[in-house]
């Protein structure tokens, strides 16, 4: 089950973050974190579901979205991005940008 969160925005809309494991590396280790911009929970999960991740559930709030990874992605024109998830057994590293969901499902086209 992948870790993930939501924090609710005073307009009554929704931030999503999830960890999920990278679709195209072959060790489970490397996963991303993929942040959505919805109306609600169930339409932030319909709108990864729709772009090919079929098995994507939030269950539970254990890793909410910080106030910078809210900044990014309501800064988004998609409102919907992702980095490499940090990896909290070595020493911290300048954060990576985050970069729009294409570049993840569609490596050539980026």
């Given at each position: 089950m992948a870790a993930g969160g939501f924090c609710k925005l005073p307009d009554g809309r929704v931030v999503v973050a999830l960890n999920l494991p990278r679709?195209?590396?072959?060790d489970p280790a490397h996963g991303v974190?993929?942040?959505v911009h919805a109306h609600n929970r169930a339409r932030a999960l319909t709108r990864l579901r729709n772009l090919g991740l079929r098995a994507v559930y939030?269950?539970?709030n254990a890793a909410p979205p910080t106030p910078d990874e809210i900044t990014a992605v309501l800064h988004h024109p998609d409102g919907l991005i992702w980095r490499t998830a940090?990896?909290?057994r070595v020493a911290p590293t300048a954060p990576e940008l985050w970069r729009p969901i294409r570049a993840l499902l569609h490596p050539?086209?980026?």
């Amino acid at each position: 089950m992948a870790a993930g969160g939501f924090c609710k925005l005073p307009d009554g809309r929704v931030v999503v973050a999830l960890n999920l494991p990278r679709p195209t590396a072959a060790d489970p280790a490397h996963g991303v974190r993929v942040l959505v911009h919805a109306h609600n929970r169930a339409r932030a999960l319909t709108r990864l579901r729709n772009l090919g991740l079929r098995a994507v559930y939030l269950r539970g709030n254990a890793a909410p979205p910080t106030p910078d990874e809210i900044t990014a992605v309501l800064h988004h024109p998609d409102g919907l991005i992702w980095r490499t998830a940090p990896d909290l057994r070595v020493a911290p590293t300048a954060p990576e940008l985050w970069r729009p969901i294409r570049a993840l499902l569609h490596p050539a086209a980026a």
